[in-house]
């Protein structure tokens, strides 16, 4: 009896989920008679919603292409991209936050927009992205990438906090580097000799950030070398490490903990572990939230204020961007209505009140000023001033990762050497550690270079 | 029987094992040659590969004799596999042996026990974030008492069981700690094996006096080896194949500065992050000798330590 049972069930059981595996496949909306374009992102969740919701639209303003959105969260997406490159079946379009556009681009895995798109259309696209933006895409005087959204890097702080520690009010923006570690120091505090609250921590990805403020530059275009060892980046540095020096290696690792990449209320500066943190535009979301639950609870509603980065150097940017880009893979089908719906999300040729829609959706910084003044995106910023604040840096001189072959690693290895010198109280010769690494990554990009430089065999397109 | 009947005989053996025999080929055949060819070119799994001689394997050795990449890979691997093996074939044979005595809820005791091997990997890496997280994780709640300054856990370069910093543990030991979630399947050998062991063996001993100690130490050990031996293998390999856990705990990097890259993040970072296949695939012909060289030591080692009954192999 019980055999028969339970082999009823399963068989049961198995009907239900083939009927849901069909229903899934079933439902999926059917592309017409239309071109089909297949994009590849990796957003999820309530940012999926907004990337589903253009393609949606897009999909409604058209009579041509259709658009199929295939998300793919986590981080194996270059993985999975290269797979299907080999298998012969690239999607039409991707989008990725990494520094490879100088790297596929120079190994030929994408197309440059003047292949897919006609020039003047290209060079319409190049004059109307904010510079920043552009910058996000060129690689060897040609557009590789379009951007669709900047990641501008600001120091939110806790206003609370900082405004206690200072006795007044606080500052509008800050006036030196000198006036940010004095405002750290005061909102440092210790119980029974015990760190309880960081001031500012610089964290150790973000030297890219401070290497730029203190004028370095990380690569030499003139003549292709890479320069981690630049002066003004090992005074980025050693500025960092005094950080260390004054908490200890062991407190910088411990009150790291993975922390900025939290979400929520594990940020650590609404967990009010951090009085002042280097951050995205995205926080302002998690901010927002936090102030809202507070204040249904009827509870005291912390403030919270951004400063964009001080000013330390004449030659020094006014910060570092990085983004999201659109990349269109070698081989991909259909890359006419690729780039129809990258004019689509961007905003340009009349598209501006779409963009500003889906950037005021996501929180999205927008790639051009004609979307960003555009009167949709203007009431968005009204009522969030914090993040106004992002969307006014990002039309300033900003910073790039080097478009470089080998980027990848290069970004990577920059991190590692400043764990090393930021998690270890041993006494690191920074001078020495910075030219070996400049070295290393000379010769690895060297490699690439002239691995493509003597390749046989068949076309490499 | 007619004559195509009998063909068909002839060739049925051959059609009942063709899926087995195709998957193997194109399964394990196939990419183990390709990546044995691989390894002789600089490829970038975008355009053809380019025969460069045994140029990735100098890059290996130069590595290996600096420390850097593979060479850092290599050490923590092998320092992983050192923490971790040891101390999970003791907490395993140590559960194996505590569980096998009878007592009431045995069976419950078991199952609980065994319950967190079936944890996916991925839930149980966020969980041991938790739970070794330096400032608020329970690990460390405990070991407060017992520490000025508790240990960094996945935040730390340091090496606790080597001698610049002795038991002050970081990313290493953090992820060695973790590996003793998944002895529940060792135990489970362990503990079938027991079972395996002839009661007139420790009736024996009873007789000639021996204590607890005693049974554990001249039988129950000696009848295990051949599944110590087993586990060690298995072990290793599982140490080198190590992959998701440190994904998951060093965001795909191997941080802090390469504290906790094992040699199968390496390979992966190397084949589709810095897109060098023909590196990554010398880097796995080298794992593969030394690998077969471990396993050829511990065979041969094996017949000082390993008891068959019966005799030896």
Sequence with gaps: MFRKVSGALLLLLSVIILIWGMSISLSSPSPDDREEVVFWHFWSGPDGEVVDDVIRRFNQSQDLYYVRGVSMPGNNFDMKLFLSVTGGDPPDLINQDDPIVADWAFRKAIFSMDEIAPLEEVEQMRKWLLPSARKLGEYDGRLYAVCNGLDVRALYFNRDIVEQALRREAPDELESLEQLDEIARLCTRYSDGELTQIGYLPDPRRLWVWGSIFGGDFYDESTGRVTPDDASIEKALRWMQSYRERLGANAVATYRQNDQSLPNKMFP?????????????????DIEAAQQATNKMRGTVTRYGVWPLPSVSPNGKTGWVNG???????????????????????????????????????????????????????????????FARFVELAATDQETTPLVPGANRYYREVNNLVQRMMYNDDSVDLSKELTALAEDMQQHIDRIRYRSLYKEGPERD | MSVGSKGLHRWSPWLFISPWLLGLIVLFVYPFIASLVWSFTEYDLLTSPRFVGVDNYKRIAREFIRGEGFGKALWNTFYFA?????????MAIGLAVMLNWKVRGQAVFRTLFYLPSMVPMVASSILWLWLLDPRDGMVNGVLAYFYE??????????????????????SKDGLALMSFWGVGNFMLIYLAALGDIDASLYQAAELDGAGRFQKFRYITLPMLSPIIFFNLILGIIQSVQAFTQVYIVSEGTGQPAESSLLISLQLFLTAFRDLEMGYASAIAWALFVILATATWGLFRSSRNWVHYRGGRL
């Design chain 2, 149 to 170: 300054t508790p240990p960094l856990w996945f935040q730390g370069m340091q090496e606790g069981v080597s001698l610049p910093t002795p038991f002050q543990f970081g």
């Design chain 1, 324 to 386: 999201n880009v659109f990349l269109v893979p070698r081989h991909a089908k259909n890359s006419k209505g690729a780039w129809e719906f990258i004019k689509f999300w961007t905003g340009i040729d009349g598209n501006e009140a779409e963009a500003a829609r889906t950037c005021a959706a996501g929180g999205w910084i927008p790639v051009s000023n004609a979307v960003a003044e555009s009167p949709e995106f203007q009431s968005y910023l009204q009522s969030h001033p914090l």
């Design chain 1, 269 to 285: 500066l609404l967990a009010e572990r951090y009085a002042i943190v280097l951050d995205g535009q995205w926080r302002v979301r």
């Design chain 2, 82 to 90: 050192a923490v971790s093996i040891p101390l999970s074939t003791v």
